[in-house]
């Protein structure tokens, strides 16, 4: 069955830090990845998506993911955190049935 | 601007009540999907609709059923909601995939506590 890990539970980070969240999944064949973020009292949304061609790939508010298909991973990135990227990130992963299967989600806390 | 929308941000009952969610989206999407959303559990698949009047079950299906009369509204009904139910509940609309990769757009979600 396909399955998604997420490494951190919970990160706290000063303004201006580098993050990096991992994000490792299993499945065999063609496979779309996403990150998602949720900010505090709002919808989660989509961050940045990954289905084919460079991968590395960008999304919203400066993220960037890379990813890496000998690895099974799809790493999320931010050169340089802000205090308004406090938020919960969700990794998933889906078939072109559409049905997507996410990580446990990371929780990102920006102390400013 | 595309639009999921949840019957109830918050919702209180008590348990052996019958539970309904309603969920609608304004895009035309095929594919819908509820979730049930914990802390350090991420998000679990309850159950899925590719069309009017199929469904599929996700991971975690006891205790739920799902209604797709029309394509535009996803009905999560708990028979007897019991308090291992209390959670938030998120709705969501997607395309069929292909080539694109068929991101989900969700609801703002429905936190339901069962006493």
């Known amino acids: 069955a396909q399955s998604v890990s997420q490494h951190n539970h919970h990160v706290i980070l000063s303004e201006a830090a580098s993050l990096e969240l991992g994000c490792n999944y299993s499945?065999?064949?063609?496979?779309?990845l996403f990150w998602y973020v949720q900010y505090p009292g709002q919808h989660l949304q989509l961050l940045l998506k990954?289905?084919?061609?460079?991968?590395l790939v960008k999304g919203i508010k400066g993220f960037e993911a890379e990813f890496i298909k000998s690895k099974f991973s799809f790493n999320l990135r931010k050169p340089s955190v802000q205090w308004s990227d406090t938020a919960e990130y969700f990794c998933?992963?889906?078939?072109?049935?559409?049905?997507?299967?996410f990580g446990d989600g990371t929780t990102l806390t920006v102390k400013p | 601007d595309v639009k999921v929308t949840q019957s109830s941000r918050y919702l209180v009952k008590r348990t052996g009540e019958k539970v309904f969610l309603e969920c609608v989206q304004d895009?035309?999407?095929?594919?819908m999907f509820w979730y049930r959303q914990d802390p350090g559990l991420g998000l679990r698949l309850i159950y899925f609709?590719?069309?009017?009047?199929?469904?599929e079950k996700g991971d975690i299906p006891e205790g739920y059923s799902v209604s797709r009369e029309k394509k535009e509204r996803f009905s999560l009904i708990l028979e007897s909601a019991s308090t291992n139910q209390t959670s938030m509940y998120l709705c969501?609309?997607?395309?069929?995939?292909?080539?694109?990769?068929?991101?989900?757009?969700f609801g703002p979600g429905t936190r339901l506590t069962v006493l």
């Open positions: 969501a609309s997607s395309q069929p995939g292909g080539g694109g990769g068929s991101e989900q757009f």
């Open positions: 609709s590719y069309d009017v009047k199929m469904k």
């Open positions: 895009m035309d999407h095929e594919n």
């Open positions: 499945y065999g064949g063609t496979v779309n």
């Open positions: 998933a992963a889906n078939t072109n049935a559409g049905k997507s299967t």
């Open positions: 990954y289905f084919s061609g460079d991968p």
